[in-house]
Nanobody
Framework: QVQLVESGGGLVQAGGSLRLSCAAS????????MAWFRQAPGKEREFVAGISWSGAWTSYEDSVKGRFTISRDNAKNTMYLQMNSLKPEDTAVYYCAATVRSRLTSSTNDYDYWGQGTQVTVSS
């Protein structure tokens, strides 16, 4: 098992930046594919970005391509999401998630472990 704890959320003006972190417990962090999801009020949870266990493969939702960067440091058991050029529509609770499946996916149903989430609010 792995436990996930997000941090780094907050209030930022449009055009600003934030860096989210996801700290994982356990010694098997490097064996999981990881992802960030977000959920805005009244909307379903959606995929934002994913990264393979080694960091060699990444995937992004179209609306964040070129603005967000996902990365991980397996030595520190931590995953990151650098968010630049933030927009009001990026406002949501951001969750990190881990999957034991053999390939990286964008479906919430495929992820086995979730953090509690961190709030990101972008003002216009």
């Amino acid at each position: 098992q792995v436990q996930l704890v997000e941090s780094g959320g907050g209030l930022v003006q449009a055009g600003g930046s934030l860096r989210l972190s996801c700290a994982a417990s356990g010694r098997t962090f490097s064996s999981y594919h990881m992802a960030w999801f977000r959920q805005a009020p009244g909307k379903e949870r959606e995929f934002v970005a994913g990264i393979s266990w080694s960091g060699a493969w990444t995937s992004y939702e179209d609306s964040v391509k070129g603005r967000f960067t996902i990365s991980r440091d397996n030595a520190k058991n931590t995953m990151y999401l650098q968010m630049n050029s933030l927009k009001p529509e990026d406002t949501a609770v951001y969750y990190c998630a881990a999957t034991v499946r053999s390939r990286l996916t964008s479906s919430t149903n495929d992820y086995d472990y979730w953090g509690q989430g961190t709030q990101v609010t972008v003002s216009s």
